[in-house]
């Protein structure tokens, strides 16, 4: 039997600036659904890297007074170290500057060029370093000093030179058509509205090549020309499963990419240029693009102007790595803008790990180490509240797993905290500290029940608190081989006399430091 492939991407990041809570936020979306899927028994391939050219690390390179390779090749890195901060599970990290990739971006602007969609003209109009984007007049605002804006607040310049186009007006029927044969290809749902508007309102002709700077890929036969890089930049995602050569294993295996995840600030550049520039190269698109909302800092959005800018590593070194993720994932509705309070985060540590999971697994654990010989109890006939408590649990992967295919993370997490706590409301009420006295085999069945919840909720939080779940899946004795879906439920049920390591708290309350002073 063949595995189910699952491919997935972060966008590639621009390397003129160092790794912040955005970068962090997008690739940890994705790394939380590799991780998913590869418990559920897939073949994943999880890529990010970082994207290098244009104009505006070039400019970034010289402002550092370095050569623009040793400039990516630094911030490059730092990249890198964010993903072993965070420990994201990324199989590939691609750089736009390796030969692979160069050689697959020039291969596909030729099948491009091939195919009649590429002509020579010259290019006029208003161009905005930051967003490496072109923008119509009627687009702009006025800032200060008389400068003209982008809508995303990026100053523009007038650009006028010699410039390879791609015809992208020569698509929107078939964009429109491919959207409608594939309503899941653009997630959410209002986000998918906004890219069709776009498209009915017409599309024009897309400036791919630049000539007043260097830092590019060659445009083939005309390197006086150096490529758009976002042209350089999308392709990305085929170079790493191996185009040019698109019947190697890898590229059959891989591409089309189940899912591209980005923020909605880049979602016309996948959801309207990538497609058509596929097309035009007789190259599937991918399954599917979701666009994730932005964060903003206690009400302000973030700039480095401002000076808010939140560092993921600081996050990590105050919260915890396991603590960080998990409130990233779980505050906001995956999709929406969401807001980052310190507040909220140390409200999600203390309610939800370390007084709801945490103190489950460490109440129940600690019980079993005084009363049942520090191994897993013998469960005798289970009664209606354990049926249910073990109904709820055997079903929460099935319920995660249909949220997740759709990137509804929070919806997710909603089902797994939902058990926790139905879970904590269960030991409550079944009371086992009374029935130790009273009916010490009904305390065992218990015991065993709530042992079970905790696996399960163990097992699928792995995806998300990697560290952690593994903490507590040894502390109930659940073995390496046994923590894949394929032991979800009836599979992999704890066997009585298992015995049980010493029980140890995984999610410590988080005290502010004022209030540890003050005590
Ligand atoms: N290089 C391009 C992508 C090319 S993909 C073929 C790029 N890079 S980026 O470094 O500017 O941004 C990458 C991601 O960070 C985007 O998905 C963007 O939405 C995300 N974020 C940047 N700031 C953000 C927040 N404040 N909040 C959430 N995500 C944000 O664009």
């Not at 460490?362 to 897993?376: D, G, I, M, Y």
Request: glycine share 8%; aromatic share 12%.
């Amino acid at each position: 039997m063949t595995r189910k492939t699952y491919y997935i991407t972060t966008p590639i990041y621009y390397v003129n600036d160092k790794p912040h809570i955005g970068h962090a936020y997008t690739s940890l979306a994705c790394d939380v659904l590799a991780r998913f899927k590869r418990l559920d028994g897939y073949d994943v391939m999880f890529l990010t890297g970082t994207d290098e050219h244009g104009q505006k690390v070039e400019k970034a390179a010289e402002a550092a007074g370095v050569d623009p390779q040793a400039f990516c090749d630094k911030v490059s890195q730092s990249f890198r170290d964010l993903a072993g901060a965070m420990n994201f599970s990324n199989d590939d990290f691609i750089r736009t500057t390796e030969p692979r990739h160069v050689k697959s971006v020039q291969a596909l602007w030729q099948k491009v060029a091939a195919s009649g969609n590429i002509y020579l003209g010259h290019y006029e109009g208003w161009y905005a370093v930051r967003d490496e984007a072109f923008y119509q007049e009627d687009e702009l605002q006025d800032g200060p000093n008389g400068q003209k804006l982008a809508p995303t607040g990026a100053p523009v310049e007038w650009v006028k030179e010699p410039s390879y186009f791609f015809k992208l007006s020569a698509w929107g029927e078939k964009l429109l058509k491919f959207y409608e044969e594939n309503p899941g290809f653009i997630l959410p749902a209002s986000r998918r509205n906004e890219v069709i508007s776009f498209v009915k309102g017409g599309l024009k002709d897309l400036s791919v090549s630049r000539t007043t700077f260097k830092w590019g890929i060659p445009v083939p036969g005309d390197e006086a020309h150096v490529m758009y890089v976002w042209f350089d930049a999308l392709t990305n995602y085929i170079t790493a499963a191996g185009y040019p050569d698109t019947g190697s294993d890898s590229y059959k295996k891989f591409w089309p990419a189940d899912l591209h995840m980005v923020g909605k600030d880049i979602l016309r550049f996948h959801a309207v240029y990538w497609p058509a520039f596929l097309m035009a190269a007789d190259l599937a698109p991918p399954k599917r693009v979701f666009a994730h909302g932005w964060w903003t800092n206690e009400g302000q959005k973030i700039s480095k102007s401002l000076g808010n800018v939140i560092d993921p590593l600081a996050l990590i070194e105050e919260f915890g790595l396991e603590q960080t993720r998990y409130f990233l994932m779980r505050e906001v509705p995956f999709g929406n803008d969401g807001d980052f309070r310190r507040a909220g985060i140390v409200s999600r540590i203390n309610s939800e790990l370390a007084n709801g999971f945490g103190n489950l697994a460490q109440r129940t654990l600690s019980f079993c180490a005084k009363n049942t010989n520090a191994a897993v109890p013998t469960p005798g006939p289970l009664a209606e509240m354990d049926e249910a408590l073990l109904a709820e649990a055997d079903s929460l992967a099935d319920r995660m797993r249909a949220a997740l295919d759709d990137q509804a993370i929070h919806t997710a997490l909603q089902y797994w905290f939902d058990l926790v706590d139905a879970a904590n409301k269960y030991i409550d009420v079944a009371a086992p500290w009374t029935l130790r006295k009273t009916d010490p085999a009904r305390m065992e069945t218990v015991l065993w029940t709530l042992l079970e919840a905790i696996r399960q909720l163990a097992i699928l939080a792995q995806a998300i608190m990697p560290n952690s779940a593994a903490k507590m899946l040894d502390q109930l004795g659940v073995s390496e081989a046994a923590r894949s879906f394929a032991h979800l439920g009836e599979m992999g049920r704890l066997r009585a006399g298992t015995p049980l390591p010493t029980p140890q708290g995984v999610f410590p309350r988080h005290v502010e430091a004022a209030a540890k002073e003050g005590a």
